[in-house]
C-alpha cells in the first residue's frame, strides 16, 4: 500500500486525506499548527491518522507522495527535506484532477481572479450546465469528487498551487492579470512569479482556449519566456477582438465559440471598470462551455458577487460605506478608487508587503480623508502627506468607521480598501471586512443619534 502524507489540515488537506483514503492509500496528516476540532473528528472518524504541533521527520520522509497545503513554502524544512530526499509533492488540486472526468475551467490572476470563478461558475449554472465550484475558493475539489462529479469544474487557482501541479490539465484556462504580488515566495523576482502564473497553461494543446487580457504588461512580458500552446482568446478594453471579447465602456462585445453577443454594460450586477474586464473573461468561458445568449445576459443580471469585495454596505444619511477588504495589494485598491467619481473618506493600511504607492497618487484627488488603520503608518503618511489634506490614524475599525461617518457628507463614500495584509490587527482580510460591516450596521443617521 503506497503511503500518503499530507502537509497541513485545512480544507484542501483534509479533503485530500479523505480522497486517498477511500483510494487505497495509507494515509497521515501532520500540521505544525493546531488542527481543529471539528477536523480532527473527522479523520478520527474515517480512521485517518494525523499529528498537531509538529511534523515527525520519519514519517513524513517515509511517503511516496506528499500534498502540501499551498501556504506552506517550498522552502520550509520539512517541504525542502522532503524534496531532497527525492519525495513527489503536489497541490490538492493535482491530486483531484487525476480522479476527476469533468473538464476545467481553471482561472488564476493577481487580481479580480475569485469574482471571475464565481460569475463563470453562476453562468454557467444559471443556464442550467451540470457545474461544480472549486479551488482557491469554496469546498475542496477532493473533497467533493468523493460526493459527486460535475461535467464541468470551475476552479479558481493561486500561484501557490499552480507551483504543486504536474499534470494539471484545463479545457479552458484565464489569466486575468499579473501585478507584483507575494514576491517574498518568488526569491522577489517578478520573472518568477510571471512563470508561476504561466504555469496555469503548460499542460495545454491546440484543443484547448486560453483566456487573457490583451493591455497586460506583464502578461505580455511573461508570454515572451513562456510558450502557450492552447489556443489564444484576447479580451480588451481598448480594441475590437475579431474572434474575443472586448469593451467600449457602454456595452460587453462577445465574438466567442462562434456567437456574438452584446451585454450593455447598465445591465450588469457588477459595478467598477475592472469588473467589466472580469466580466468578458467569465462570459468568454461561459460561452465556450455552451451558455447560450439568452442564459447569458439574465446571468450576468442576478450575480452577486462574493463578501469584501467593492460591496456596498449601507447608506447612512446619504453616505455609501463600502467593503473592500480584499483590496490586499496597490493594484486591487487602485481599481477600487478608480471605481467612483464621488469624494472619497478613505480607510487604508495593514500589514505593507513592501508596497509602491505611487501608482495610486493620480486617483487621491477626489480623496478628502485618509484614515490609516494600521500598526505602522509611517509610509502611508509619507506617501500621501502632500496630496491629501486630511490624514489621521487608529487602530480600532470602530473609530475609523465612526470618524468616516463624521467626515462624510451626502454624495460620499467611505471606501475600505486597504492596500495591505490584515494580519497586524486582524485574523484575515476577511475578518477586517466582518468587523468593518459590523461597524457600519451600527451607525445611526445623524439627525437621529
Known amino acids: 500500500m503506497k503511503k500518503l502524507v499530507v502537509l497541513g489540515a485545512g480544507e484542501s488537506g483534509l479533503g485530500a486525506a479523505m480522497l486517498a483514503r477511500q483510494k487505497g492509500y495509507a494515509v497521515f496528516v501532520s500540521d505544525a499548527g493546531q488542527i481543529s476540532l471539528a477536523r480532527k473528528a473527522e479523520m478520527e472518524r474515517l480512521g485517518i491518522a494525523f499529528e498537531e504541533g509538529k511534523h515527525s521527520e520519519e514519517k513524513i520522509l517515509s511517503a511516496d507522495l506528499i500534498i502540501k497545503s499551498p501556504g506552506i513554502s517550498p522552502k520550509a524544512e520539512m517541504a525542502a527535506k522532503a524534496s531532497l530526499a527525492g519525495i513527489p509533492i503536489i497541490d490538492e488540486l493535482e491530486f483531484a484532477f487525476g480522479y476527476s472526468t469533468g473538464k476545467v475551467i481553471a482561472i488564476t490572476g493577481t487580481n479580480g481572479k475569485t469574482t471571475t470563478t464565481l460569475l463563470t461558475y453562476h453562468l454557467m449554472k444559471e443556464a442550467g450546465l451540470d457545474v461544480g465550484l472549486a479551488g482557491n475558493v469554496g469546498k475542496s475539489w477532493a473533497a467533493q469528487l468523493l460526493e459527486k462529479e460535475h461535467e464541468w469544474w470551475v476552479i479558481e487557482c493561486s500561484s501557490f498551487q499552480i507551483d504543486g501541479f504536474v499534470n494539471f490539465k484545463p479545457s ?237 457628507e451626502s454624495g460620499d463614500i467611505v471606501l475600505l480598501s486597504p492596500a495591505c495584509a490584515s494580519f497586524d490587527l486582524f485574523k484575515n482580510y476577511e475578518d477586517r471586512g466582518i468587523q468593518f460591516r459590523a461597524a457600519v450596521e451600527n451607525l445611526k443617521p445623524k439627525a437621529i443619534a
Not at 208 to 230: H, P, R
Not at 256 to 279: F, I, M, T, W, Y
Not at 360 to 371: A, D, G, Q, Y
Request: glycine share 8%.
Open 172 to 408: 479552458v484556462a484565464i489569466l486575468c492579470n499579473i501585478t507584483p504580488d507575494h514576491l517574498d515566495r518568488y526569491e522577489y523576482k517578478i520573472e518568477n512569479y510571471i512563470d508561476s502564473k504561466f504555469g496555469i497553461f503548460k499542460n495545454m494543446t491546440s484543443a484547448n482556449q486560453a483566456i487573457l487580457f490583451a493591455e497586460d504588461a506583464l502578461t505580455l512580458e511573461g508570454l515572451k519566456s513562456n510558450e502557450v500552446k492552447a489556443s489564444t482568446l484576447w479580451v480588451s478594453a481598448l480594441e475590437l477582438q475579431k474572434e474575443g471579447a472586448w469593451t467600449d465602456g457602454e456595452n460587453l462585445t462577445f465574438a466567442v465559440a462562434e456567437q456574438s453577443v452584446v451585454v450593455p454594460v447598465d445591465s450588469l450586477s457588477l459595478k467598477g471598470k475592472h469588473n467589466l474586464l472580469n466580466a468578458l473573461c467569465a462570459g468568454s468561458a461561459a460561452l465556450i462551455a455552451g451558455v447560450k445568449d439568452v442564459d447569458f445576459m439574465l446571468g450576468f443580471q442576478t450575480f452577486k458577487n462574493a463578501p469584501h469585495r467593492m460591496e456596498l454596505i449601507k447608506e447612512v444619511d446619504g453616505v455609501k460605506f463600502i467593503n473592500d477588504s480584499k483590496g490586499t495589494n496597490v493594484e486591487a485598491t487602485a481599481y477600487a478608487l478608480a471605481s467612483y467619481d464621488n469624494p472619497l473618506i478613505w480607510i487604508a493600511g495593514g500589514v505593507d508587503k513592501g508596497n509602491d504607492y505611487t501608482v495610486l497618487s493620480p486617483l487621491t484627488e477626489k480623496v478628502k480623508s485618509l484614515i490609516c488603520l494600521g500598526k505602522d503608518n509611517e509610509k502611508l503618511k509619507s506617501a500621501f502627506g502632500s496630496s491629501i489634506a486630511d490624514i489621521r490614524e487608529t487602530q480600532d475599525i470602530k473609530e475609523a468607521v465612526s470618524w468616516g461617518n463624521e467626515l462624510g
